[in-house]
C-alpha cells in the first residue's frame, strides 16, 4: 500500500512540475472570483454483505489551469451484515478537503482527506440493538475521474470517479469488515461561478 501511495505521489508532483514550467510567462494575480466553483457528488459502493451511500457538497478555487482545491462535508450511510447474520449500521458525518488534478480537461487525479464523526449500531437478529456508540476516523482517498470537460474560463461539467481509502483504518466507511479497501464510485456535477455563460478568460 506504501508503494501506491508513494507512485500516486510521484506521479502528482511530476505534473506539477511539468505544468508549472509551462505556465511561467503568465503573470501572478490576486484572488478572482471567477475562478470560484461549486457542486457535490454521489458515493455508492456495494459489496458483498455491504452498501455504503452518501452524498458530498463542496466549494472550491480553481488554483491553476490544471489544479482545483476544495473543502467539502461528507453525510455517509454506510449497512453491513457478517456471516453470522449480525447488522452494523454506521452514520458519518464529517469535513473534508480534496484537490484535482487535470493532465487533460477530461481526466484528473484525486486526493482526498476527510474526518468523519461516527454513530454506530449494532443489531443482532432476533433480539434488536444490542450496542451503540461514537468514534471518529480518518480517510484518505485516492484515485482517478473522467468530466465532461474543464477548459480556461469554463469550470462546469460532470464528473466520474473511482477512489481507495489507502489509509484502511478501522471503522472508515470505505473498508470492509476485513479492513480491506471497497472501491468507492463517486459522480456528480461542477458548476463554475461568476463566470457567465460566455465568459472564456485565461486562468
Known sequence: ????????????????????QSEQEEPVTGFQKEKLFTGGDLTLAFYTGGTTLGVSPYLGYSLTKWLDAALSVNVIYQ??????????RQTNIGPGAFVRIFPVNFLYLQG??????????????????????????????????????RSEGNNTYYYFSVLFDVAQQPNSPYVD???????????????????????????
Open 79 to 88: 449497512g453491513q451484515k457478517d456471516y453470522s447474520g449480525i447488522k452494523y
Open 1 to 20: 500500500m506504501k508503494k501506491i501511495v508513494l507512485l500516486f505521489s510521484v506521479t502528482i508532483f511530476s505534473m506539477a512540475v511539468f505544468a508549472q
Open 112 to 149: 482526498q482527506y476527510e474526518h468523519n464523526f461516527i454513530n454506530l449500531r449494532v443489531i443482532e437478529p432476533g433480539v434488536g440493538t444490542v450496542a451503540k456508540g461514537t468514534t471518529d476516523v480518518n480517510s484518505v482517498l485516492l484515485g482517478a475521474g473522467y468530466s465532461s470537460g
Open 177 to 203: 469488515a476485513g479492513r480491506r479497501m471497497i472501491p468507492v464510485v463517486r459522480a456528480g456535477f461542477n458548476i463554475g461561478l461568476f463566470q457567465g455563460r460566455q465568459r472564456r478568460e485565461r486562468y
